[in-house]
């Protein structure tokens, strides 16, 4: 199983080209049921295209490395009792 050291690590290398764009990506938890939850940044975190961003670009990447990984989430789009 990934560590939470491994995932954020994953996500520190995509960061750059977020960057780019004016957006970023914070890493904030990885569950115990394997989700890992960060929240976007900057125009990331408005942008009408950050579930694109988020499904196809950090998920699609995490899994490739760590195929355990059910899936991302944004606490941007969770309600607060998903969260805590």
Not at 24 to 45: K, M, S, W
Not at 48 to 60: D, F, S, V, Y
Not at 70 to 78: A, Q, Y
Request: proline letters at 5%; a negative charge.
């Amino acid at each position: 199983m990934a560590s939470k050291l491994q995932i954020e690590s994953v996500i520190n290398q995509i960061r750059p080209f977020l960057q780019r764009d004016g957006g970023d990506v914070r890493f904030i938890d990885y569950t115990p049921e394997n989700y890992v939850v960060v929240e976007l940044q900057g125009h990331c975190a408005g942008c009408p295209h950050a579930q694109l961003t988020i499904k196809n670009g950090i998920e699609r990447i995490l899994k490739e490395n760590y195929p355990e990984v059910e899936g991302v989430k944004s606490v941007n789009d969770m309600m607060e009792d998903e969260i805590w």
